[in-house]
Nanobody, 122 residues
Framework: QVQLVESGGGLVQAGGSLRLSCAASGRTFSSYIMGWFRQAPGKEREFVAGMFRSGGATPSADSVKGRFTISRDNAKNTVYLQMNSLKPLDTAVYYC???????????????WGKGTLVTVSS
C-alpha cells in the first residue's frame, strides 16, 4: 500500500507558475505508473501528466503540452508537476495517483492523494 500527499497549490495570476509535489510513503514510485489528474468544478476528473515506473514521462494532455513538466526525485520519493504559463482554465483540484497496472485513467488508478487546489486568476 502507498500513501500520497500533494502540496504546492495556491492562488496565482494568469501567466504565473506553480510547482506541485506528490510525496509517497509506504512504497516507491518505481513500483507504479503515476499520474497527475485534475478536476475543475462541475467537470469530470481528467488526466494531466504521467510517469512510467522507470521515471520517464508519458505523453501529457494536449491542454498542458509545452507548459507542464513532470519530474521525480527518487531520494525524496516525490514527484513534481511544474506548471508554467498558467491559465484560468487550469483552475482545478490537482490529484496525484498511482496504479500497479498499465493504464493511466481515473478509473484505473489504485491509490489517490487528497488533492491540492490551484486557482488561476485572470
Amino acid at each position: 500500500q502507498v500513501q500520497l500527499v500533494e502540496s504546492g497549490g495556491g492562488l496565482v495570476q494568469a501567466g504565473g507558475s506553480l510547482r506541485l509535489s506528490c510525496a509517497a510513503s509506504g512504497r516507491t514510485f518505481s513500483s507504479y505508473i503515476m499520474g497527475w489528474f485534475r478536476q475543475a468544478p462541475g467537470k469530470e476528473r481528467e488526466f494531466v501528466a504521467g510517469m512510467f515506473r522507470s521515471g520517464g514521462a508519458t505523453p501529457s494532455a494536449d491542454s498542458v503540452k509545452g507548459r507542464f513538466t513532470i519530474s521525480r526525485d527518487n531520494a525524496k520519493n516525490t514527484v513534481y508537476l511544474q506548471m508554467n504559463s498558467l491559465k484560468p482554465l487550469d483552475t482545478a483540484v490537482y490529484y496525484c495517483a498511482v496504479t500497479s497496472g498499465n493504464v493511466l485513467s481515473p478509473r484505473a488508478m489504485d491509490y489517490w492523494g487528497k488533492g491540492t487546489l490551484v486557482t488561476v486568476s485572470s
